[in-house]
T-cell receptor, first 117, second 109 residues
Framework: ETGVTQTPRHLVMGMTNKKSLKCEQHLGHNAMYWYKQSAKKPLELMFVYSLEERVENNSVPSRFSPECPNSSHLFLHLHTLQPEDSALYLC????????????????FGEGSRLTVL | GEDVEQSLFLSVREGDSSVINCTYTDSSSTYLYWYKQEPGAGLQLLTYIFSNMDMKQDQRLTVLLNKKDKHLSLRIADTQTGDSAIYFCAEKSDYKLSFGAGTTVTVRA
């Protein structure tokens, strides 16, 4: 069992739908991340939150909207997505990403498999 | 920007050693990592190495780092069917981790 839980595990949505992905971590970490995993492409870092403040936004289209209400929860709100947004969306958490000296291990959830029709 | 490259596929016979290779471009990387992803699961950290080391061994896993060539490898001794997975190389620069595309390792009997 992972300390990072993602729901739903699978989601199918039309291009006009609005849906949300949810992530919850039970590890006492203070940073959370969204990554996009597409086949045969490097993992793409989308957003980073540290102490509930967004510290990274890697030129992600505005149809993806993150929300971090507290250090244990992270959401990714989705609307008017495109078929090329179909991918596995991974949430991760870590301790103190600003600690540039430490290894900063990431703990991942099992992912939410998104299909956009 | 950061760039991490690794071959996409590796097939190995059960009991043989597997060697997965990775190259990266950021010379300021402080830590380098190997993550494993089994089917239907997220990524799990296997091992990591600090950039001032050139080798780290952990049971069946051996990590070799050539910092001059920016080359990282993971050797799995006595590969088992349970080692079939996608293996991701990652490097830490500043506070961010950058990942490669993953190497799919298939273990055949």
């Amino acid at each position: 069992e992972t300390g990072v839980t993602q729901t739903p595990r699978h989601l199918v949505m039309g291009m006009t739908n609005k849906k949300s992905l949810k992530c919850e971590q039970h590890l006492g970490h203070n940073a959370m991340y969204w990554y996009k995993q597409s086949a045969k492409k490097p993992l793409e870092l989308m957003f980073v939150y540290s102490l509930e403040e967004r510290v990274e936004n890697n030129s992600v289209p505005s149809r993806f909207s993150p929300e971090c209400p507290n250090s244990s929860h992270l959401f990714l709100h989705l609307h008017t997505l495109q078929p090329e947004d179909s991918a596995l969306y991974l949430c991760a958490s870590s301790q103190a990403p600003e600690d540039r000296e430490g290894p900063g291990e990431l703990f991942f959830g099992e992912g939410s498999r998104l299909t956009v029709l | 920007g950061e760039d991490v490259e690794q071959s996409l596929f590796l097939s190995v016979r059960e009991g043989d050693s597997s060697v997965i290779n990775c190259t990266y471009t950021d010379s300021s990387s402080t830590y380098l990592y190997w993550y494993k992803q089994e089917p239907g699961a997220g990524l799990q950290l296997l091992t990591y190495i600090f950039s001032n080391m050139d080798m780290k061994q952990d049971q069946r896993l051996t990590v070799l780092l050539n910092k001059k060539d920016k080359h990282l490898s993971l050797r799995i001794a006595d590969t088992q069917t349970g080692d079939s997975a996608i293996y991701f190389c990652a490097e830490k620069s500043d506070y961010k981790l950058s990942f490669g595309a993953g190497t799919t390792v298939t273990v055949r009997a």
